[in-house]
């Protein structure tokens, strides 16, 4: 008596509540939460492609600063130019190279 009670008023809730429903897709839940070794070596691949391209972008941004004196492109803002680069050096090493570092070892 008490299961039934339990699924007729909470049922439709836990089922609201089930992961694929929150990403929307199944493969996403497979994908995110997987234990299969393959997959967590190729999501961190994929890290670290996605850490490349977004630390490539900062080291534009910092040579087209030091491509003529003073602060050109991103204006006066210097604080800005050094998040820039610690974004680009954090980046660069602990999401790409060791992402990709960690992806063979797994």
Request: glycine share 8%; hydrophobic share 50%.
């Amino acid at each position: 008596m008490f299961l039934k009670w339990w699924e007729q008023d909470f049922g439709n809730m836990w089922k609201a509540a089930r992961l694929d429903n929150i990403f929307g897709h199944p493969w996403a839940v497979k994908w995110l939460y997987s234990t299969n070794h393959k997959r967590i070596g190729t999501l961190y691949l994929i890290l670290g492609g996605a850490a490349a391209v977004v630390g490539t972008a900062a080291s534009m941004v910092i040579r087209l600063t030091l491509m003529e004196p003073g602060a050109q492109f991103i204006g006066q803002n210097y604080q800005l130019y050094n998040v820039l680069i610690t974004q680009h050096g954090i980046l660069m090493v602990f999401f790409c190279s060791y992402a990709s570092i960690i992806r063979y070892i797994w």
